[in-house]
């Protein structure tokens, strides 16, 4: 009924608009109003019609106009919009455009079809376009993201060549349950599963018959996709701004963009690096003067291979310094009707530790296809291939992880191999590798001969119509379909030949994993966005509404086989043989709607809800309510040294779904020689489990000062969870270990602020420095069961969940008399795992043809436990072992050798004069030096070529901390939820990389 | 008009596809839901039952590498977790006996679940064969809850366990209560054994070879009883469990009920079974005190059970043996075996008074597992340890028949009186009496039971 009346007064308006045929033709030119030089793209139109045209490449344009006095409309994405009289009289027009450096007009997306510009952005919605996102060559987008958005915290959990990083925004978003982001490339919920490699059994991270553990490291599989063909990179934060979202949304959506083709003759772009890298920090071990000393620290049989010689075996295994390369290169053209953009990379990044890697190939075609004037078609299509070895890192009990075995090796022990001519290489042909007394492994011998590949093929396409039903200057409704899919297969090969010195540990000789895994995400969205602008322009109106339905399927089966006949690698060649499945099918329905009403580009409203029912909650047909509203409004009459001021205010709420087995109290199907069995499952989950409810509430200012030299936003953000899908451990007398349940309630509260600021610009020198701060608080308001502490000892740290307190707070051991060392333990809280604050400063500065970018990532507060140190200690072979223990120490009570003293207190009572240690780090996480050559010598070398540029980046380059460990930031695993205490447990050592890059345009 | 039904028809497409139920049932396992409803399919009952052995050498096999090294049988020397010498020999934790306690609780939980189930089974399931469950569960209950309290001892136990997982936490009560239930629970088995026909409806796990039918089984309950009537001191008690339970002198000294593993996928290996070894040694104290045999080498015990390997110093203990008795991964290890059941009885009649049947039986065991000579005589009373020459012998054969099956020698070091006697590698290393209860049993109650505090090591 509605729709109807709806529809019979938009024909009744096209009708109208039709009669008037009468038109002259404009022409016009556009240029930068700082350098002068052309605009290559962008739109035209004119004031109160439908008419618009594009802008050239050679910056021109030509509009078909009525023959009135008409107000053209220009604009281009990183300008301001310019609105330029035209009288009738006037056939032809020069428009200089002012550079948005603040981006301040680009459209930012609000809800699932809609958007507004940023300058009336009701949230803070952080925005990364490509130039800022690929300063130097990473393995993944997320790291690229790294220190570039206040609010959140992205951290490498494996730092392993290839990618496997978390990220989290705006801190504590559940206690239990999924903290990362939701993912949507091009309107498609893509992947970020992780499948274990497989290679437990060889580390034994966990019990020895499970195949795979969570603490292997894996890849996450946002870090598939190609960094240098995305446009842009929308980061919704919060409930506030992603409620559209729905039951899926509390830990915010990034939202991907990728390039589109552009108007005009073909243009190509080609950029090619080379690069290598080096390890960061080096662990090393301790340094024996004498015989004697050795034998002290590890018996009689040290004099057998005690040598005055000290072996680097940091350097002996990670001190390579690898070629990697990357080739990436982009077409884009087009014509009005039909445009095409390509790219295809080729990557690969060699690692400090010599069988590692990780190789990426892509290849992108994304068109868009005009039919008539009111329909058109997109597609975005991308094949991915990504390999990568990852060698043998992180937690282990086998002494097979090469840190495993290199912390009780001591350096007077060669662990090269013996060559054929006598001498000792790291490396040789022929070689044989010494049998390692120490441990039960030569890690040199395992980086020779044991493999941990993977390999992935992914697909991603979608598909999207826009068909304008009614496109008149007063209404518009566009029905937009979107459809995709995201699919990839993940093998992964493990295999540990029979001869290794640890095969024989489990009296099976030879390991051959072989995982086969795969997922397919499948997405269909239909919206209707209507749009009512009355001619006075005084309002716009935007209804939109639609329909959302998902599907995931993720399936994995492993294959373990020991006891390798001929050490065939093939898993039918072993004797032992144990299988292993993952198995998730999730479906999702949702359905939205939301109202934007913006008057007079002063005043925006929002309101907006969404409903979402899905297969992972008990009640599968039960639908969850998920309402947003927000409000913003621009005071544009400048006061003092602040042109424009706006202030915002969103609400929103959103949930956060249980993952697919959660609801489930299982039997475990088991058997015993043969015998099958059902055996209850340690985890017993209550018979309604829904999704976790978050409701924020964001207030901010953005203010633009000092005549567009700087732009200020702060946003202050409270957050509400509540329903928190709890897994309580419970006292084990139940005959459970974990009950899965929603209650209890959750706050966080935080603060984010970005300065972007230009004090110089001018045409040879632009500088741009930028700030983002971050912080935030959580606390536990309510908790309907006692308090409980998640999974480790306080010996080593763990976290207490607890009500009225913050849930990373952390405890540990403390001496229930400070600074003494004998005195009881008292388990107590001794600060928090949550960071104090955030703060990145990424520097951009100009000169000429010459430009300088660093990025500064810091990181103030929180807590490790370095858990790598005190294994050293306890076999005695921590670098600074013998080191006195300076005076006015902690501790010094405990005794006089660093190590000694140590072993001391972490046994006695103080977790924090041994091994729980502080995090703060400063690292210089990007840098890079460019040189544009001159236009003119580029165009003499070849006439095609548009630009070049040379430039030399890094990664990593520094870093500034007291942790004693490797490095803070990288975690023992990629933890599985927020409120996990975080060991440094054998990580892969950090490394810097280093780039140098050739861009060339033509 | 046409193009708003076009509309229609787009917005209806997605709809179309998701008309279908969202639900997805749980690929992965069965559910519990399946032993809780009415109606129970004999089946499920069974398939849950027969996971009770599962859940036995979960108990069970936590314990050895632990209890045994606090016991100087062997050490556990892992270069990848090297503080754990410390946590067993140096300083006590909570963490201490956490699997333990778990593990006996998960195998009470589970058979309570199949006690319930067993009560609302579908028709087709015979009185006789319920019985036969109960039998079953009850007699792998009582075991569980027996490791638990010899592992816990003074710190207490939790026994009425059969609670909502909401409902209040069990209390936690003394030894002698927990002695209590686990006699009551291997009565009440016993009572359901002879009532269970000849044959059982479930298939026992190979390790009850030989006890695998109602009657078989009523043995491994009677030889348990027997342990734990030992343990409490009730001799004449523990000598009628005997003569009920599959004792005999005749027969090979390692009859009886074991825990089974396999490579098979969906099975574990025998996590005693360490080949090289990675971390399972043979303590030097354990080695020296091996009696001499007539040609003046040492208990065959001693060499047998255990093999020479290059020596390894950890954390200052060194070590040169290894163990030899799992000798493939799936080796099985005793829950109860005809040579403790020979040493039990010789115990209970020394203790009774009838020496001359104590010495007999110490004599079965030292000349068939030992090689030794006979004992000619009562040796009577003297010596370091009790004061009685022939506990001492009992203590002695008991130290190397049961080596690094289940921390006997700490368990019967404790009964005596002589932990602190136990000898020790390193200045400073103490010996534990029990362990405390788990962290994750006294942070939910408030206040701390009594068994939290960490006892004081000898």
Same mark, same amino acid.
């Not at chain 1, 795992?833 to 660093?854: A, R």
């Not at chain 2, 009677?222 to 734990?228: F, K, N, P, W």
């Given at each position: ?50 008419? +618009? ?26 300008? !301001? ?184 003759? #073909? ?12 390890? /960061? ?110 060698? $043998? ?86 029905? $937009? ?18 001869? /290794? ?74 004797? =032992? ?30 309101? +907006? ?80 489990? @829904? ?15 000092? !005549? ?11 957050? @509400? ?17 974990? *009950? ?43 908790? #309907? ?65 010459? =430009? ?45 050798? /660093? ?7 972490? *046994?006695? =009572? ?8 502080? /995090? ?83 | ?173 003394? !030894?002698?209560?927990?002695?209590? @239930? ?44 027997? @342990? ?37 996928? +969906? ?74 059941? $020979? ?84 200045? +400073? ?13 006294? $942070?939910?109650?408030? #206040? ?11």
């Amino acid at each position: 009924m509605r729709w109807s009346l709806v529809c019979a007064a938009a024909f009744a308006l096209l009708a109208a608009e039709r009669a008037s045929a009468q038109t002259r033709i404009i022409t016009g030119r556009v240029t930068d109003s700082l350098t002068s030089e052309v605009v290559t793209s962008g739109q035209v139109s004119v004031t109160g019609t439908t008419v +618009g045209s594009t802008i050239k490449e050679d910056g021109t344009f030509t509009l078909a106009a009525p023959t009135r006095d008409v107000t053209v409309v220009v604009r281009s994405i990183g300008f !301001k919009r310019v609105d330029v009289a035209v009288p009738a009289s006037q056939s032809a027009v020069d428009v200089a455009l002012a550079r948005d450096y603040f981006q301040l007009e680009a459209i930012v997306v609000t809800g699932q079809a809609t958007g507004v510009e940023r300058k009336n952005l009701a949230n803070a919605v952080a925005s990364v376009d490509n130039q800022t996102l690929v300063k130097s060559s990473t393995s993944s987008v997320e790291q690229a993201l790294m220190g570039k958005v206040a609010g959140a915290q992205i951290q490498d959990y494996g730092s392993g060549p290839g990618g496997g990083v978390i990220v989290t925004l705006r801190g504590a978003n559940s206690l239990n349950n999924a903290y990362t982001p939701l993912y949507v490339v091009d309107g498609v919920v893509v992947s970020d599963a992780k499948i274990s490699p497989g290679i437990n059994r060889l580390t034994r991270a966990t019990s020895a018959t499970l195949i795979s553990s969570d603490q292997e490291y894996p890849v996450n599989r946002i870090g598939d996709l190609n960094p240098n063909e995305i446009e842009s990179i929308e980061v919704l934060k919060g409930a506030s701004a992603s409620a559209i979202y729905g039951s899926k949304a509390s830990n915010g959506v990034i939202l991907i963009t990728t390039k589109k083709g552009r108007v005009g003759t #073909p243009q190509f772009t080609v950029s090619q690096r080379f690069g290598t890298s080096r390890i /960061m920090r080096k662990v090393g071990g301790r340094v024996f003067e004498t015989e004697a000393e050795a034998i002290a620290a590890f018996g009689p049989t040290a004099s057998q291979y005690w040598t005055p010689t000290v072996y680097d075996h940091d350097e002996e295994l990670a001190g390579r310094r690898p070629l990697s390369y990357e080739t990436a290169a982009t077409v884009s053209g087009g014509t009005e009707t039909t445009r095409y953009f390509a790219s295809g990379l080729v990557r690969h990044e060699g690692a400090i530790i010599r069988v590692e890697y990780a190789n990426k190939q892509s290849l992108r075609l994304n068109l868009d296809q005009q039919i008539g004037r009111r329909l058109s078609l997109n597609l975005s299509s991308e094949a991915i291939h990504t390999g990568n070895d990852r060698g $043998i890192n992180g937690n282990g009990n086998a002494g097979v992880v090469y840190y495993d075995a290199l912390t009780s090796t001591p350096s007077f022990v060669d662990l090269r191999a013996v060559c054929p001519d006598g001498s000792r290489q790291i490396r040789c042909k022929g070689g044989v590798y010494p049998n390692n007394p120490y441990a039960n492994s030569n890690p040199l011998a395992s980086v020779e001969y044991v493999k941990n590949e993977e390999s992935v093929w992914r697909m991603i396409l979608s598909g999207r119509a826009n068909w304008d039903v009614i496109s008149s200057p007063q209404h518009s409704l566009r029905l $937009i379909g979107i459809g995709g899919v995201d699919y990839f297969s993940q093998k992964n090969v493990v295999f540990s030949p029979p001869f /290794m010195q640890f095969e024989p540990l489990d009296g099976f000789l030879g390991t051959s994993v072989l995982s086969n895994g795969g997922n397919a995400n499948q997405n269909v969205t239909g919206s209707t966005v209507y749009t009512y602008k009355p001619a006075s322009g005084a309002f716009s109106a935007t209804t939109s509404a639609g329909i959302q339905y998902e599907t995931r399927n993720l399936q994995v089966q492993r294959t373990l086989s020991e006891n390798l006949v001929g050490g065939l690698q093939i898993t039918t060649a072993g004797t =032992n043989v144990r299988l292993d499945e993952e198995f998730e099918k999730v479906n999702d329905l949702g359905f939205y709607g939301q109202e934007e009403f913006l008057l007079g580009d002063r005043l925006l409203l929002t309101a +907006g809800a969404r409903a979402d029912q899905s297969s992972n909650n008990s009640d599968a047909s039960k639908l969850y309510f998920y309402p947003k509203a927000s409000a913003s409004y621009r005071l544009t009459t400048p006061l003092l040294a602040v042109d424009e001021l706006k202030l915002r205010a969103a609400f929103g709420a959103s949930g956060n779904q249980p993952s697919y087995r959660q609801r489930f109290s299982e039997l475990a199907s088991v058997n015993i020689a043969g015998v099958p069995a059902f055996n209850i499952s340690s985890t017993v989950a209550a018979n309604d489990i @829904r999704p976790e409810r978050q409701r924020e509430i964001e207030v901010g200012l953005d203010a633009t000062l000092f !005549k567009s030299r700087a732009n200020l936003e702060v946003t202050g953000f409270e957050k @509400r969870i509540s329903d928190l899908l709890l897994r309580r451990s419970i006292a084990p007398v139940m005959g459970f270990g974990t *009950q899965v349940f929603n209650g209890g309630v959750m706050r966080t509260r935080g603060l984010e602020v970005g300065l972007n600021m230009i004090p110089i610009q001018s045409q040879k020198v632009q500088w741009n420095p930028r700030v983002n701060f971050f912080m935030s608080r959580s606390k536990v308001l309510s908790l #309907p069961v006692p308090t409980f502490r998640q999974s480790g000892s306080a010996r080593y740290g763990t976290l207490q969940i607890e009500t009225g307190k913050s849930p990373t707070q952390v405890i540990a051991w403390i001496p229930s008399v400070a600074g003494s060392a004998t005195s009881p333990r008292t388990d107590g809280v001794i600060g928090d795992y949550n960071p104090d604050y955030k703060l990145g400063f990424g520097n951009d500065l100009k000169i000429g043809q010459f =430009n300088v970018y660093f990025l500064l990532d810091h990181y103030q507060g929180g807590w490790i436990h370095n858990y790598t140190e005190l294994l050293y200690d306890f076999s005695l072979n921590t670098r600074d072992y013998e080191d006195p223990v300076p005076a006015g120490s902690p501790l010094a009570p405990y005794g006089t050798q /660093m190590g000694a003293a140590r072993i001391a207190a972490g *046994q006695s =009572n103080c977790s924090t004069c041994a091994w729980v240690q502080p /995090m703060t780090y400063t690292k210089l996480r990007e840098a890079t030096l460019s040189f544009e050559l001159p236009a003119s010598f580029v165009r003499s070398l070849w006439s095609g070529a548009r630009y070049m540029r040379l430039s030399l980046s890094g990664r990593n380059l520094l870093i500034l901390t007291g942790y004693r460990g490797q490095d803070p930031e990288v975690l023992a695993r990629a933890a599985t939820v927020w409120t996990q205490w975080r060991s440094d447990i054998w990580p892969h050592p950090t490394y810097r990389t280093f780039w140098l890059s050739v861009d060339v345009g033509f | 008009m046409i193009r708003a039904a076009t509309l229609a028809a787009l917005l209806m497409l997605p709809l179309a596809s998701a008309c279908k139920t969202l639900d997805e049932p749980d690929y992965f396992a069965g559910s519990l839901n399946a032993l809780e409803g009415s109606d129970i399919p004999p089946t499920t009952i069974n398939t849950a039952a027969q996971a009770m052995p599962i859940l036995t050498r979960g108990v069970m096999s936590g314990i050895v590498t632990t209890w045994g090294e606090v016991g100087r049988e062997g050490h556990n020397l892992d270069p990848t977790n090297p503080d754990g010498t410390a946590q067993r020999l140096v300083t006590e934790n909570r963490a201490i006996g956490s699997g333990t306690w778990s593990n006996a609780y998960q195998s009470m939980r589970q058979g309570n679940v199949v006690l319930g189930a067993v009560d609302r089974a579908a028709p087709g399931m015979t009185d006789a064969q319920k019985e036969g469950i109960r039998g079953w569960v009850k007699t792998h209950q009582a075991i569980a809850l027996l490791i638990a309290t010899n592992i816990f001892d003074q710190a207490g136990v939790a026994i009425d366990v059969n609670v909502k997982v909401d409902d209040p936490l069990p209390a936690i009560v003394t !030894k002698a209560a927990a002695f209590a @239930r686990i006699l009551q629970l291997l009565d009440e088995a016993r009572t359901h054994l002879l009532a269970a026909g000849s044959s059982f409806s479930f298939i026992p796990s190979a390790g009850f070879a030989g006890f695998n039918t109602p009657a078989g089984l009523l043995k491994v309950n009677r030889g348990i009883r027997a @342990r734990v009537n030992v343990y409490l001191g009730n001799w004449t008690a523990a000598l009628t469990d005997l003569a009920a339970s599959f004792i005999d002198t005749t027969a090979a000294l390692s009859l009886g009920a074991y825990n089974t593993y396999s490579s098979l996928s +969906g099975d574990i290996t025998n996590p005693l079974f360490d080949p090289v070894p990675r971390t399972q040694v043979v303590s030097p104290f354990w080695l020296a005190g091996a009696q001499l045999r007539a040609d003046g080498t040492p208990d065959l015990r001693s060499t047998q059970k255990t093999a020479l390997i290059t020596t390894r110093v950890l954390n200052n203990i060194t070590v040169d043996h290894k163990w030899n008795i799992y000798k493939s991964a799936a080796d099985p290890f005793p829950i109860i075996k005809n040579e403790e059941l $020979i040493l039990l009885r010789a115990e209970a009649n020394l203790q009774a008074g009838n020496r001359a049947d104590a010495l007999k039986d110490i004599n079965v065991v030292r000349v068939k597992s030992g090689g030794l000579a006979p004992l000619a005589s009562d040796p009577g009373a003297g010596g370091t340890l009790t004061g009685d020459l022939l506990i001492d012998e009992i203590l002695y054969n008991r130290r190397y028949s049961l080596v690094w099956e289940g921390g006997h020698t700490w368990i019967d070091w404790r009964r005596y009186g002589q932990l602190a006697k136990l000898p020790r590698a390193r200045t +400073g290393d103490v010996v534990f009496p029990y362990a405390p209860l788990p962290d994750a049993e006294c $942070i939910p109650r408030d #206040p701390d039971p009594a068994g939290c505090t960490i006892p004081t090591p000898l």
